[in-house]
């Protein structure tokens, strides 16, 4: 029979090989569903994985892992700090449509002036939005005792309701002929998210990632926050001890996270969605949690798996269009992700031990 | 009276990295009160838990009754009539004490016998209790009351009893010492696990002295001093803490009328906790667990806040100030759970310094942390205080027990507080750093800090304090001198023993 023994301190060696194993897993086992489907198992997991990188048509797909990489690490950044303040933010998604609302609602609001603070307006408006509504299951858990998880999973489903009423009522374009949905951002130039350099898909949000995942680094390494944050996550009675007032703590983590999801949604509805639109939220928010353990909650770690996420988005796509599979196996495909990642993680915890004794 | 019950012979059972037992063999008589002696990790855990069948060893046998005896699990060693009483009672605080007992046996009558036979049981062996009561409303000797009639229930020939007075007041012990003779005098032999020397000096027939998972020896407790056990269990000569007489100080820490509700259920409400500690003192405070000693010590440390008047530090009413407030007005505490609350088990000795010692050893400029100086200050403590580690880089979950207690109290120490609350200081740690942790508190208050500690064992206590005061459901009884105190005395500001009947020994 299998036994495992807890190892006195975690494994360095599987903190960062764990993360490779579950790719290499996910790809395994996602190779025998796809052969199941009837598929070449090679051929479509070098379609997910390997085309959008290196095939002819890269140049396509290339921005477009920024574009879709660069609101994952965003988000993924900002849930890592409660998840490991052991606070369950789960409804970024809620948050980043907030984000958009609030910006576009700025941005559109001073049309058509044109401005250099109209952008930086929004972008504040962007995280103010974000962290307000990330705030509300905050208060609330602090105030009575409400579990953050379910009400920030809730919220979600609120702001969906609340986008599509923005879509179709006070947000919708005037010149749109009655169509649902806002005026095009994108082509407002004071208000508009552009790509930095033609082509490359680099565009503000990527900036802020960037920089994001920076002072995320820096905070859980070199600042008492970070500290604080760690210490709350794995001993909350001696993060007490040591002074963590646990109601602030909720407060800061729920508000930062709100803040950042709002950050990625404002990018999003100005660059490349370009309008407040009934279906604008394509689960960035959800995806977001996985970026975040699959990076460890760490924010390199969190870098990385944003860029794999994205890889299995686009490639998923290229597979879909050429292969013809079926969405959901995408979507089965990141969820394996997950699944392996938590599996895996046993070993950095643990040692496994075969033996033929019944455990003493 | 001088049949053998059961032999162990040359019983090893080794994990990775250490041997627990090392060619253990010695043997019981019926009837025989038989005392296991060691200190922590000396392997008297692993040996009884081999009797007990909870654990396999890799060579040796055993003979119970003339049968060989091998249990592959517990429910084999009670079947054969084995019954063990452990220090940390396996019971369901939301349940009757009848429905506790029920749980716990293999062959369960229905709830209303149990009750009749609870308490025919209990009357019999002196230990009232009524199986009706829910066991979070129980004191802890009552708790074990409850372990031991699950025991009694099921007849046994063989009752183990690990470090069952931990948890009593003088009295209590008193009460389960005649339960147990009586017991011994029925046929019924008792295996004694302890490290107090004068319980088994007053109880035992017999001692098993183990070290390093060896027998180093044999006696008879009634004829060797106790002095001499101890050094045979530790394995060199022992010091003893070092006082020096101190003048009166001024008055460092006041407590006046503190009152604070129970932060928890089955938690305990402090009741008008009033008292003074001067600059130079050691205020020794005893009392059965679960009395108040964690909410006390909560008050102090500034996790649960109270009213800002009820606490004062020098002079300032410091009661509803924050925890580090309270650090760096130089009140500092050390609680009794090592891992998980005055340590993180997870993180390095260098994140477990800063976690107390950031604002006294300013180890964080503008909110930025300085690892080099806290990775300093973790080596200092090491050092100090004789910490085995191979440095600050490892877990504090990779520390043994004492160890870790080492670190956390010398961390405490060398921040200089002019206050430090210590609750059960040497809890599970051996002897060797008992005496220095001892010692480093003796020295601290010759230093002139004043120094409060919460303790079960009276013995430390009467060892460090220069006044002793106890704490009994949240209530503090007034201080008096140490010196001249005895057993008695300190067992009736216990609280003596409630509701309790000395066991009928004529059947």
């Given at each position: 029979m299998i036994v495992l023994d807890k190892r006195p301190q975690p494994s360095r060696m599987w903190s960062y090989a764990a993360p490779v194993l579950a790719v290499v897993l996910t790809m395994v086992v996602g190779g025998i569903l796809f052969a199941a489907l009837g598929k070449n198992p090679v051929e479509v997991i070098r379609t997910i994985f390997l085309d959008p990188l290196f095939s002819k048509n890269a140049w396509f797909y290339r921005p477009q892992l920024l574009i879709k990489g660069a609101p994952l690490v965003l988000i993924a950044v900002g849930l890592s700090f409660g998840f490991r303040a052991?606070?369950?933010?789960?409804g970024a998604e809620g948050q980043y449509i907030m984000g958009a609302l609030c910006g576009a609602a700025v941005g559109l609001a001073f049309y058509p002036m044109e401005s250099w603070l109209i952008f930086p307006l929004m972008i504040m408006a962007g995280a103010i939005g974000g962290a307000l509504w990330g705030l509300i299951p905050g208060l609330l858990k602090v105030r009575f005792g409400t579990n953050e998880i379910l009400v920030s999973l809730m919220l979600v489903y609120v702001a969906e309701s609340l986008l599509a009423a923005m879509a179709l009522g006070p947000?919708?374009?005037?010149?749109?002929?009655?169509?649902?949905g806002s005026r095009?951002?994108?082509?407002?130039p004071s208000a508009a998210n552009l790509e930095?350099?033609?082509?490359?898909?680099?565009h503000w949000g990527v900036v802020a990632a960037l920089i994001a995942v920076i002072f995320a680094y820096v905070l859980l390494a070199r600042h008492m926050f970070g500290f604080q944050v760690r210490l709350a996550g794995q001993a909350p009675r001696a993060a007490r001890f040591a002074g963590v007032n646990p109601a602030r703590m909720i407060l800061i983590c729920m508000g930062l996270s709100g803040a950042l999801a709002g950050l990625a949604g404002m990018f999003e509805v100005s660059g490349p969605a370009g309008q407040v639109t009934i279906?604008?939220?394509?689960g960035y928010g959800f995806t977001a949690i996985i970026v975040a353990f699959l990076g460890r909650l760490h924010p390199v770690g969190i870098l990385l798996a944003g860029a794999v996420m994205a890889l299995t988005y686009i490639g998923g796509g290229i597979a879909q269009s050429?292969?013809?599979?079926?969405a959901a196996a995408i979507s089965l495909l990141q969820g394996m992700l997950l699944f392996f990642l938590l599996a895996v993680d046993v070993l950095t915890n643990y040692r496994v031990r075969f033996s033929n004794r019944v455990a003493a | 009276m001088s049949e053998t019950l059961l032999t162990l012979d040359g019983l090893t059972k080794a994990y990775p990295g250490v041997v627990?037992?090392?060619d253990v063999s010695f043997s019981i008589e019926r009837g025989e009160i038989h005392a296991l002696l060691g200190e922590n990790g000396a392997g008297k855990s692993t040996l009884v838990k081999s009797i007990y069948g909870l654990v396999k060893p890799d060579s040796g046998t055993m003979t119970l009754n003339g049968v060989p005896f091998a249990p592959g699990e517990p429910g084999d060693a009670r079947k054969a009539g084995v019954a063990m009483v452990f220090q940390h009672f396996s019971l369901?605080?939301?349940?009757?004490v009848a429905e506790n007992i029920v749980l716990g046996m293999d062959n369960p009558p229905s709830p209303r016998a149990i009750a009749g036979e609870v308490r025919r049981v209990s009357h019999l062996y002196g230990l009232?209790?009524?199986?009706?009561?829910?066991?979070?409303?129980?004191s802890a000797g009552e708790r074990q009351r409850v372990e031991i009639i699950r025991c009694l229930l099921q007849d046994p020939k063989l009752l183990i009893m690990d470090?069952?007075?931990?948890?009593?007041t003088p009295q209590e012990v008193d009460i389960l010492f005649l339960t147990l003779r009586k017991l011994a005098a029925e046929g019924t032999s008792i295996l004694y696990i302890s490290h107090k020397l004068g319980e088994i000096a007053a109880l035992c027939d017999n001692a098993t002295v183990l070290r390093l998972g060896q027998v180093v020896a044999t006696c008879d407790p009634r004829q060797t001093a106790p002095r001499e056990m101890a050094e045979l269990m530790v394995g060199t000569v022992l010091q003893s803490p070092v006082r020096t007489a101190r003048p009166e100080g001024p008055i460092r820490l006041a407590l006046k009328g503190l009152s604070a509700p129970?932060?928890?259920?089955f938690g305990t409400a402090l009741k008008d906790v009033t008292i003074t500690v001067r600059a130079g003192e050691v205020l020794g405070i005893g009392g059965v667990?679960?009395?108040?000693q964690d909410e006390l010590i909560a008050a102090l440390s500034g996790e649960?806040?109270?009213?800002?008047?009820?606490v004062e530090l020098d002079g300032t009413p410091?009661?509803?100030?924050a925890v580090n407030a309270r650090r760096a007005a130089g009140l500092l505490c050390a609680p009794?759970?090592?891992?998980?609350?005055?340590?993180?088990?997870?993180?390095?000795l260098t994140e477990n310094a800063l976690l107390t010692g950031v604002r006294r050893k300013h180890l964080e400029q503008r909110g930025f942390l300085r690892w080099p100086a806290a990775t300093a200050f973790a080596k200092e403590i090491i050092e100090a205080f004789d910490v085995?580690?191979?440095?600050?880089?490892?877990?504090?979950?990779?520390?043994?027990g004492g160890n870790l207690q080492k670190f956390v109290i010398g961390r405490e120490i060398m921040q200089n507080p002019s206050v430090l609350v210590v609750n059960?200081?040497?809890?599970?740690?051996?002897a060797s750093a008992a005496a220095a942790i001892r010692q480093a508190l003796l020295t601290l208050a010759d230093e002139g800090a004043a120094v409060i500690v919460i303790s079960q064992d009276l013995d430390e206590l009467m060892e460090v304090s220069d006044r002793f005061c106890a704490l009994t459901d949240g209530r503090l009884s007034p201080a008096r001198p140490?010196?001249?105190?005895?057993v008695e005395d300190i067992g009736m500001m216990l609280g003596?023993?409630?509701?309790l009947e000395v066991a009928h020994v004529a059947t």
């Amino acid at each position: 029979m299998i036994v495992l023994d807890k190892r006195p301190q975690p494994s360095r060696m599987w903190s960062y090989a764990a993360p490779v194993l579950a790719v290499v897993l996910t790809m395994v086992v996602g190779g025998i569903l796809f052969a199941a489907l009837g598929k070449n198992p090679v051929e479509v997991i070098r379609t997910i994985f390997l085309d959008p990188l290196f095939s002819k048509n890269a140049w396509f797909y290339r921005p477009q892992l920024l574009i879709k990489g660069a609101p994952l690490v965003l988000i993924a950044v900002g849930l890592s700090f409660g998840f490991r303040a052991g606070i369950w933010n789960i409804g970024a998604e809620g948050q980043y449509i907030m984000g958009a609302l609030c910006g576009a609602a700025v941005g559109l609001a001073f049309y058509p002036m044109e401005s250099w603070l109209i952008f930086p307006l929004m972008i504040m408006a962007g995280a103010i939005g974000g962290a307000l509504w990330g705030l509300i299951p905050g208060l609330l858990k602090v105030r009575f005792g409400t579990n953050e998880i379910l009400v920030s999973l809730m919220l979600v489903y609120v702001a969906e309701s609340l986008l599509a009423a923005m879509a179709l009522g006070p947000l919708k374009n005037p010149e749109g002929m009655g169509f649902p949905g806002s005026r095009n951002l994108s082509q407002y130039p004071s208000a508009a998210n552009l790509e930095l350099i033609s082509g490359s898909g680099m565009h503000w949000g990527v900036v802020a990632a960037l920089i994001a995942v920076i002072f995320a680094y820096v905070l859980l390494a070199r600042h008492m926050f970070g500290f604080q944050v760690r210490l709350a996550g794995q001993a909350p009675r001696a993060a007490r001890f040591a002074g963590v007032n646990p109601a602030r703590m909720i407060l800061i983590c729920m508000g930062l996270s709100g803040a950042l999801a709002g950050l990625a949604g404002m990018f999003e509805v100005s660059g490349p969605a370009g309008q407040v639109t009934i279906d604008f939220n394509v689960g960035y928010g959800f995806t977001a949690i996985i970026v975040a353990f699959l990076g460890r909650l760490h924010p390199v770690g969190i870098l990385l798996a944003g860029a794999v996420m994205a890889l299995t988005y686009i490639g998923g796509g290229i597979a879909q269009s050429n292969l013809g599979l079926p969405a959901a196996a995408i979507s089965l495909l990141q969820g394996m992700l997950l699944f392996f990642l938590l599996a895996v993680d046993v070993l950095t915890n643990y040692r496994v031990r075969f033996s033929n004794r019944v455990a003493a | 009276m001088s049949e053998t019950l059961l032999t162990l012979d040359g019983l090893t059972k080794a994990y990775p990295g250490v041997v627990a037992n090392k060619d253990v063999s010695f043997s019981i008589e019926r009837g025989e009160i038989h005392a296991l002696l060691g200190e922590n990790g000396a392997g008297k855990s692993t040996l009884v838990k081999s009797i007990y069948g909870l654990v396999k060893p890799d060579s040796g046998t055993m003979t119970l009754n003339g049968v060989p005896f091998a249990p592959g699990e517990p429910g084999d060693a009670r079947k054969a009539g084995v019954a063990m009483v452990f220090q940390h009672f396996s019971l369901f605080d939301a349940m009757s004490v009848a429905e506790n007992i029920v749980l716990g046996m293999d062959n369960p009558p229905s709830p209303r016998a149990i009750a009749g036979e609870v308490r025919r049981v209990s009357h019999l062996y002196g230990l009232p209790l009524d199986p009706d009561r829910i066991v979070g409303d129980l004191s802890a000797g009552e708790r074990q009351r409850v372990e031991i009639i699950r025991c009694l229930l099921q007849d046994p020939k063989l009752l183990i009893m690990d470090e069952p007075t931990s948890v009593l007041t003088p009295q209590e012990v008193d009460i389960l010492f005649l339960t147990l003779r009586k017991l011994a005098a029925e046929g019924t032999s008792i295996l004694y696990i302890s490290h107090k020397l004068g319980e088994i000096a007053a109880l035992c027939d017999n001692a098993t002295v183990l070290r390093l998972g060896q027998v180093v020896a044999t006696c008879d407790p009634r004829q060797t001093a106790p002095r001499e056990m101890a050094e045979l269990m530790v394995g060199t000569v022992l010091q003893s803490p070092v006082r020096t007489a101190r003048p009166e100080g001024p008055i460092r820490l006041a407590l006046k009328g503190l009152s604070a509700p129970a932060p928890q259920r089955f938690g305990t409400a402090l009741k008008d906790v009033t008292i003074t500690v001067r600059a130079g003192e050691v205020l020794g405070i005893g009392g059965v667990a679960g009395n108040g000693q964690d909410e006390l010590i909560a008050a102090l440390s500034g996790e649960m806040p109270v009213a800002s008047a009820m606490v004062e530090l020098d002079g300032t009413p410091i009661g509803a100030d924050a925890v580090n407030a309270r650090r760096a007005a130089g009140l500092l505490c050390a609680p009794e759970e090592r891992l998980g609350h005055a340590a993180a088990p997870d993180m390095t000795l260098t994140e477990n310094a800063l976690l107390t010692g950031v604002r006294r050893k300013h180890l964080e400029q503008r909110g930025f942390l300085r690892w080099p100086a806290a990775t300093a200050f973790a080596k200092e403590i090491i050092e100090a205080f004789d910490v085995r580690t191979p440095g600050p880089g490892n877990t504090a979950r990779s520390l043994s027990g004492g160890n870790l207690q080492k670190f956390v109290i010398g961390r405490e120490i060398m921040q200089n507080p002019s206050v430090l609350v210590v609750n059960q200081p040497t809890w599970g740690v051996d002897a060797s750093a008992a005496a220095a942790i001892r010692q480093a508190l003796l020295t601290l208050a010759d230093e002139g800090a004043a120094v409060i500690v919460i303790s079960q064992d009276l013995d430390e206590l009467m060892e460090v304090s220069d006044r002793f005061c106890a704490l009994t459901d949240g209530r503090l009884s007034p201080a008096r001198p140490a010196r001249g105190l005895s057993v008695e005395d300190i067992g009736m500001m216990l609280g003596g023993a409630h509701d309790l009947e000395v066991a009928h020994v004529a059947t």
